[in-house]
């Protein structure tokens, strides 16, 4: 019997533990839930507070979204208009794109930015241009003289250095009429979105010899050499030949390539000591000898190419050392011939003795080239890596291209002279 009891008694007071143990674990659950509660709802608390101190804050992020998607739409149709074909819809579209850049905030427009397109397509200030005559007027006559460009959108170059062949061949056959071409679309799209001036491209400007009845047609092309784009100007040409009763082919600025480095021309001797003279005028030396002897070299940037006819730059090499002009260095863009890359002038350069450096393109024009590639703030400029060398003491540039040098000039002159003086103007058969 007590050990019936003793039993009981154990069970109680374990029944009673156990209830107590499970009365201590709900106990503790719901202070854990309910601090979660209110941890739960001081962070509430918190996000309202800071909602109702910044109640901008929100807005402002749609913002910069809106911002974005602004920049973005604007990229999207400087890239549509980025391209080297001319379609049935470029002119709208080139109205649309300018439009829809005047409609951004400065905040947005620092936002473009696309395959092609950056704040500069339309932001850029490169100049007046109503101080240029894009020479596409009707009316011509019988006799024209189709001056064509690859072209440039720096309207100033496009003025001075262009417009400075066109206005001299003008003066030099007043009987002729003188009328303007550019080869790069891309550019003629660039000028005409963001200025309003229409160029004629290629078919343009042959369509309107074509229904203004010019009988007599010479193409002037303002072209360096007989390169690439020298080829597809006149595979252009040959489309229309049938039209006109006599088509002449005029030669580039340099005139005939030539088999290797070694072969030189008077076109390319004219040209060589016109550009170092305004080299030299425009530095702070009287002459070039004084400039050897400040030890400073003479830089020339061509574009560069691919094309067979790059042997052309190794060529104005040879001229300038035929010239005696030691402290001149041609170098290209493109890094083609090989010699005539960056790295390889700036050590030409500097194992040749030279502390000193005057940078200048050897190109028609000083366009996008001139001021980015050659002379611009970036580190892959040609200014930027001679600085970076640490092999020289100073690097000026001289930001003009050929075509506003008289000399150049006069040598186009020339050879439409040789053509009309030659009668060799091709017949219509």
Known sequence: ???????????????????????????????????EEVQTEDASEQEEIAEQENPDSEAATEEVVDDKTAADEVAALIDSIYVQER???????????????DALTDAQKELVEGESADPDYFGRDTGDASKDDPLNQDNIGENEILVVSFGTSFNDSRAEDIGGIEKAIQAAYPDW??????????????????????????????????NNGVKNLIIQPTHLMHGAEYDEMKEAIDKYAINFDSVELSEPLLGEVGSDATVINEDKKKVAQAVVDAMVEASPYDTRDAAVEDSTAFVLIGHGTSHTAKVTYSQMQTQMQELGFENVF????????????????????????????????????????????????DEDSWKSIFEASGLFEK????????????EVQKTYVEHISDILGADSAQKKN
């Open 87 to 101: 379609t049935e819809t470029t002119d709208d579209d080139c109205v649309k794109a300018k439009a829809a850049w």
């Open 177 to 210: 009429s003188v009328r303007r071409a550019f080869t790069a679309q891309i550019i003629i799209n660039h000028v005409q979105a963001r200025d309003g001036e229409f160029i004629d491209n290629m078919d343009q400007a042959l369509e309107r010899a074509v």
């Open 395 to 406: 690097i000026d540039t001289q930001i003009a291209g050929l075509g506003r040098i008289d």
């Open 330 to 377: 041609i170098g290209t863009v493109e890094g083609e011939p090989e010699e005539t890359a960056c790295e390889e002038i700036v050590k030409a350069v500097s194992e040749a003795g030279y502390k000193n450096v005057i940078m200048r393109p050897l190109m028609v024009v000083a366009g996008d080239h001139a001021n980015n590639d050659m002379a611009g703030d």
């Open 1 to 35: 019997m007590k050990k019936k009891l003793l039993a009981v008694l154990l069970t109680s007071a374990l029944c009673i533990s156990a209830l107590a143990g499970c009365g201590a674990k709900t106990e503790t659950a719901a202070t854990t839930e309910a601090s």
